[in-house]
Structure formats: structure tokens, C-alpha cells
């Protein structure tokens, strides 16, 4: 073969330990506040819906947390997953720079959630809890943490936003599948659900109103916590997975990224992915970039505030010091329903505020247009999400040829698109809509 596409890390690569970014952060983040008193949140403020030694990885200053065994007998399920050089997307292109990227959608769930899925069901199993509450957009968190409560013993309920719920009945079905209980949200499952219903009962939901029924869950169920699949510094952690084997992988390749690129709705893929090239920055004097792309329509990083606010319409949530849009903000029913959120990861958020990131927005029909000319290279059809990821990809690609820049450029390919395709079949046939936040 001329050219090496391929670079596969054997299952003893699959990382022993998590990397956690805070401790090289070169300003300490601020802390979650409680809502009422606006002191710092205690560990017993979080006791109500997350296990100790969960909350523990949350507020952890360690560098690095070890996998737990049973974990990475379970990542070795699908882990190390591939990287992949993108020769004919290059081609088609008629650019210098070389493009590679990592992918995730080889797990059971078909997307990089199981990554966090795992160890979450795994810690509260360890911690006698009997049944996880969770919220779900379109369908990969939810489908992955059933899958892991499924794999532990555990019971799984699953609030999924509305609109997914009636749009996206595959990833339901998956859930149930798993063994999981799913109810659409706003539900008349909850207090807040039916407040809601009771306004609006056309209300297509949100992922904000979704959490919020999930921890109501949680604090009226005995022996049930409550599961979050993206946002929180524990699954920024448990994510790094991504990006330590992918380092490994381009050195296999012979060669480093000048420009990492991820999506990003909570923030997790990106966070996996890019955190530990952010370390290396920091801690070895290297100078990669990172790029974070999200929906114009849901723009967090790129046109929201950095301050505390909560994480649920509801307001019961710890204040996170995050880039938001406001917690009561409604995004638009676009096709990336996993980037529908009106926060961001405060860890990714504190990376932008000191420079450390960058980010960018695109309308959904320019991310079709990426979606497809990737599909038609590559063969791969991605999920909507990461599509967002390769628009800006192709961008950097163009700008090199322009240039003639021998770049390298890395993305995170989070998640295969085949539970997506009506959303292709609407672009395709000349029906994408481009509503503005
Ligand atoms: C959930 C999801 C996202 C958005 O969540 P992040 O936490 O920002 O990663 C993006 N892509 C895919 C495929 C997802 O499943």
C-alpha cells in the first residue's frame, strides 16, 4: 500500500489512567456556588445525587486518576479506537495538509459517550446504589448509560428531550433494548414536568428542562442517583481517553497536529480530545491549537457569557462558572440535538477564557455540506455533531491550500451518523432550514 491510512494501538495501549487538566491550569478554576447562600458548594451539597467517590473525581487536583480495572475490561470492548488519515477527503480538496481523525463511533452506542457511561455505572455500583436518573437530547447519552447500567446490574431511567424522543425513535429503542425505562420530557413523570406541560403542553423539551426532571428523579427515589453525560469535570475526565491514545497514534504516524478540532455542546468530546494536548502545551512548551466549533444557532462559546449560572431550566443545580446563553435560553430543534445545551464544560469554558482554546460557529446546512463531502471521500457517515467538527476541518484544509501550508490537522470523529439519517435525508432533498439563536 502507498500510503499508510490506519494506525491501530494494541488493547494493552488502552490507558491506565484518566488525565485530569486542573491541576495544570495555569489559574485555578472558581468552584461551583450554592444557589442559595453563594458560598462555595459542599461535597454534602452534591451528596443528594452523585456517590462520594464521583464526587471526589469532580473536585480532584490529581494529574492523574486511575482506570479501574473492570472499567478497562470494558473499554476493551471497543478501545483503542482508530485513527485515521483522511487521504482522499485531502484529495478531493487538492490540499497540502495532511488530516487525520480519531474515531469514536466504533463503541456499542456508536458515539464517545460510553467512555464516561462506564466508569459513572460502574462507581455508583460500587457505592450500592441500585438506579441512575439521566437526561438524554437525542439519544447518545441515554442509549449509552443504559447500556452501562445494563453491563453493571444497575436500573436505568431516561428523560429524553421531546423533540428527539418523537423525531429519533432508533436511540429509544436502543434504550430499551438495554433494559432502560424512557420518558419523553417535559414528562408527567415529574413536578417540573407537569408545571411545564401544564403551560405549554406542545413544549418540544430541552435539555435543560430534561435535567432538571432527572434530578427530581433522583431526590424523591430511594437508593437512585443521578447520572450527567457531559458538562461536569469528572466526564471531562474520564473522556482524556480519547486524546492520550491519540497522541500515541500520531506519533505511530510520524507526525504531530498543529490544529486540534472538536465539536462541542456540554463540552466532553472536545475536552477529551483536546485536554491532554492542552497539558502538553502547558507543561512542555508545545504550541498545537485548539478549536471548539458548535451550532450558530446554540453559539455558548462564541456569543454567551462567562458567569455562574445553573445547569437546569428548573434551577436546582450547584451555579457552574460557565460560558451560557442563560438557563432559561430555548435553542431552536436543529439536527446536532447533542449540541442543544445552554452551558458549556466550565472546564472547557475556564480554557477559553484564558486563551488557551479557540472557537468558531457554523449554520446547520454549511455542516450538511461538510457532513456529505466527507461521506462521499471517506465513506464514513458521521453524526450531525461532528460534522461540525470536519466543517471547520475542511476551512483549515482550504486556508493551507491557499497558503500552501504543509498543516497538520487532527478532529475528533465522536460519533457515526446512521441513527441520523433523516436529518440527511431532509439536507438532501433541498429542506435544511437555518434558524438563528
Ligand atoms: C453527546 C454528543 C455530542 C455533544 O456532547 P459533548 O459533551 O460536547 O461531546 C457530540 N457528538 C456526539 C456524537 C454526541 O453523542
Given at each position: 500500500m502507498s500510503q499508510e491510512v490506519k494506525f491501530n494501538l494494541p488493547a494493552?495501549?488502552?490507558?491506565k489512567e484518566w488525565y485530569n487538566l486542573a491541576p495544570d491550569f495555569p489559574v485555578p478554576m472558581e468552584p461551583p456556588l450554592h444557589?442559595?447562600?453563594?458560598e462555595p458548594a459542599s461535597a454534602d451539597d452534591m451528596r443528594a445525587i452523585f456517590p462520594d467517590n464521583l464526587i471526589e473525581q469532580e473536585v480532584t487536583q490529581e494529574r492523574y486518576v486511575e482506570i479501574p480495572e473492570p472499567v478497562r475490561e470494558i473499554y476493551?470492548?471497543?478501545?483503542p479506537t482508530p485513527l485515521l488519515r483522511a487521504v482522499r477527503l485531502e484529495k478531493a480538496l487538492n490540499t497540502p495538509a495532511h488530516i487525520y481523525y480519531k474515531y469514536e463511533g466504533v463503541s456499542p452506542a456508536g458515539s464517545h459517550k460510553p467512555n464516561s457511561a462506564v466508569p459513572q455505572a460502574f462507581y455508583n455500583k460500587e457505592a450500592g446504589i441500585k438506579r441512575l436518573a439521566t437526561e438524554t437530547g437525542a439519544g447518545q447519552w441515554g442509549s449509552s448509560l443504559a447500556m452501562a447500567c445494563q453491563l453493571f446490574g444497575i436500573e436505568c431511567v431516561v428523560y429524553m428531550v421531546r423533540v428527539s424522543f418523537e423525531q429519533k425513535p432508533y436511540r429509544k429503542l436502543m434504550m430499551h433494548t438495554w433494559g432502560a425505562t424512557v420518558h419523553p420530557s417535559?414528562?408527567?413523570?415529574?413536578d417540573f414536568g407537569r408545571k411545564i406541560l401544564a403551560e405549554d403542553p406542545d413544549c418540544v423539551g430541552s435539555l435543560g428542562i430534561a435535567i432538571s426532571e432527572a434530578i427530581e428523579d433522583t431526590i424523591k427515589t430511594p437508593d437512585t442517583k443521578y447520572a450527567l453525560g457531559s458538562v461536569l469535570n469528572h466526564v471531562c475526565l474520564h473522556q482524556s481517553v480519547i486524546g492520550q491514545e491519540t497522541i500515541k497514534q500520531m506519533e505511530m504516524a510520524g507526525e504531530g497536529p498543529d490544529i486540534v478540532i472538536g465539536c462541542a455542546g456540554g463540552g466532553s468530546n472536545f475536552a477529551g480530545m483536546a485536554f491532554p494536548f492542552i497539558g502538553r502545551n502547558l507543561r512542555e512548551g508545545k504550541s498545537v491549537k485548539l478549536l471548539a466549533v458548535e451550532p450558530e444557532s446554540c453559539p455558548t462559546l462564541t456569543k454567551g457569557e462567562m458567569r455562574y449560572d445553573f445547569g437546569d431550566t428548573a434551577e436546582t443545580t450547584p451555579l457552574l462558572k460557565m460560558y451560557t446563553l442563560g438557563h432559561d435560553f430555548m435553542p431552536p430543534?436543529?439536527?446536532?440535538?447533542?449540541?442543544?445545551?445552554?452551558g458549556m464544560s466550565p472546564m472547557v469554558s475556564h480554557a477559553k477564557e484564558l486563551g488557551l482554546i479557540d472557537a468558531k460557529s457554523y449554520p446547520q446546512s454549511q455542516i450538511f455540506e461538510a457532513a456529505v463531502l466527507f461521506a462521499r471521500t471517506e465513506g464514513l457517515v458521521p453524526a450531525p455533531e461532528p460534522a461540525h467538527a470536519i466543517r471547520a476541518v475542511i476551512d483549515e484544509a482550504e486556508k493551507a491550500r491557499e497558503s500552501g501550508e504543509k498543516k497538520v490537522i487532527l478532529f475528533n470523529?465522536?460519533?457515526?451518523?446512521m441513527l441520523d439519517l433523516a436529518a440527511y435525508e431532509t439536507y438532501l432533498s433541498g429542506n435544511m432550514e437555518d434558524p438563528r439563536a
Open positions: 494493552s495501549e488502552i490507558p444557589p442559595g447562600t453563594r476493551a470492548l471497543w478501545r417535559p414528562s408527567l413523570a415529574t430543534s436543529i439536527h446536532s440535538g447533542g449540541l442543544r445545551y445552554h470523529l465522536c460519533g457515526h451518523g
